[in-house]
Antibody, heavy 118, light 107 residues
Framework: QVQLQESGPGLVKPSETLSLTCTVSGYSISSGYYWGWIRQPPGKGLEWIGSIYHSGSTYYNPSLKSRVTISVDTSKNQFSLKLSSVTAADTAVYYC???????????WGKGTTVTVSS | EIVMTQSPATLSVSPGERATLSCRASQSVSSNLAWYQQKPGQAPRLLIYGASTRATGIPARFSGSGSGTEFTLTISSLQSEDFAVYYCQQYNNWPQTFGQGTKLEIK
């Protein structure tokens, strides 16, 4: 059974960098597929942040592209998100998900809440 | 960027009745459309992909249709556990984009 688990600080100060990691179990990232990050501000809808292929190629949301970096560590079966220069508007639940081509995001982590506040 | 518009924002339906949710794309996404269900405090769950293919373990009362720019999610005979927020998502073009969601509530 494939499972994804987000981890990282729940509180980040304004102007600092948000860093999250998604640990995958039950499936080897290096076997294929895209792996994505999605966020959901309190009371709002879903926003795709970006996705990374197992080989390392990336796609980012243009609205966040200047601040986002997604990377993959196949040796640890993890992929990570860094979002720089955060503001209160980046406060959200952050999800990681498996993103097979042509199939929608079929496995999601439970999500982790990140609050940006001093 | 492709804009996904869902309607209505809120849909009130009685248990046992049929619910029809709509999703429109600002340009063609072919059949590269997914539907998700999200309950409070939970991650989204994939219901439909390829516009009409049910994901693993999804009951047959959920069905999807459409292609191009117009899509529909139908839930026949609503069960209590179906009251939730539903999102459509296109994955035909980068960036992937979600609709704003339809809240399905008990009438």
């Amino acid at each position: 059974q494939v499972q994804l688990q987000e981890s990282g600080p729940g509180l980040v100060k304004p102007s600092e960098t948000l860093s999250l990691t998604c640990t995958v179990s039950g499936y080897s990232i290096s076997s294929g597929y895209y792996w994505g990050w999605i966020r959901q501000p309190p009371g709002k809808g879903l926003e795709w942040i970006g996705s990374i292929y197992h080989s390392g190629s990336t796609y980012y949301n243009p609205s966040l592209k200047s601040r986002v970096t997604i990377s993959v560590d196949t040796s640890k079966n993890q992929f990570s998100l860094k979002l720089s220069s955060v503001t209160a508007a980046d406060t959200a639940v952050y999800y990681c998900a498996r993103d097979p081509p042509g199939s929608g995001m079929d496995v999601w982590g439970k999500g982790t809440t990140v609050t940006v506040s001093s | 960027e492709i804009v996904m518009t869902q309607s209505p924002a809120t849909l009130s339906v009685s248990p046992g009745e049929r619910a029809t949710l709509s999703c429109r794309a600002s340009q063609s996404v072919s059949s590269n459309l997914a539907w998700y269900q999200q309950k409070p405090g939970q991650a989204p769950r994939l219901l439909i992909y390829g516009a009409s293919t049910r994901a693993t373990g999804i009951p047959a009362r959920f069905s999807g249709s459409g292609s191009g720019t117009e899509f529909t999610l139908t839930i026949s005979s609503l069960q209590s556990e179906d009251f939730a927020v539903y999102y459509c998502q296109q994955y035909n073009n980068w960036p992937q984009t979600f609709g704003q969601g339809t809240k399905l509530e008990i009438k």
